[in-house]
């Protein structure tokens, strides 16, 4: 992603196309197709005790396809700019984040599993766990 492109990034819910069938149901996602991006990793957040708050942060540069693969939560984002919040509860919608959004996941159901898709592997430098660290590299990106 290029540095207009990801200005214009907004988080965006995304259909995950399906084979639905009696026998039950399957869910496909492709790099670069059903997510807009190469897939680097995949990690899932389970066993999650009630009343857990994840999160709080932001990434410099990866970008993520969040579903809720089994139960429900919400994912609260802030761009800096402007905040939003999604209650996610459907295994067959998915919750792509770009960079630079502070993201705090909560309200987690009982049994819930998260499902992370990720641009790229683990890389502990692109986190911002600072909020002012993040609100002065929002600005920066603003006036650059
Ligand atoms: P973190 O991303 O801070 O979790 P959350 O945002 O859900 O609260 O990661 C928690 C810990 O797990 C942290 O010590 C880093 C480690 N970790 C990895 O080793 N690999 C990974 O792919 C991820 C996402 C985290």
Redesign the pocket.
């Known amino acids: 992603m290029n540095d207009a492109a990801r200005e214009r990034a907004e988080p965006s819910l995304i259909a995950i196309p399906e084979a639905r069938e009696s026998r039950g149901n399957l869910a496909f996602i492709e790099g670069n197709a059903q997510v807009p991006f190469a897939i680097g990793?995949v990690?899932y957040?389970y066993d999650i005790p009630g009343g857990t708050s994840?999160?709080?942060?932001a990434h410099r540069t990866l970008q993520q396809l969040i579903i809720p693969i089994a139960g429900s939560f919400d994912v609260h984002l802030d761009s800096g700019h402007s905040k939003t919040s999604f209650h996610l509860n459907r295994a067959n919608i998915g919750l792509a984040i770009p960079p630079m959004h502070w993201?705090t996941?909560d309200n987690f159901a009982s049994g819930s599993v998260c499902l992370?898709i990720?641009s790229a592997?683990?890389e502990?430098s692109d986190?911002i766990?600072d909020w002012d660290a993040f609100l002065l590299a929002t600005r920066e990106e603003a006036g650059r």
């Open positions: 990793r990690y957040l994840r999160g709080s942060h993201r996941i992370v990720a592997p683990y502990e986190y766990r």
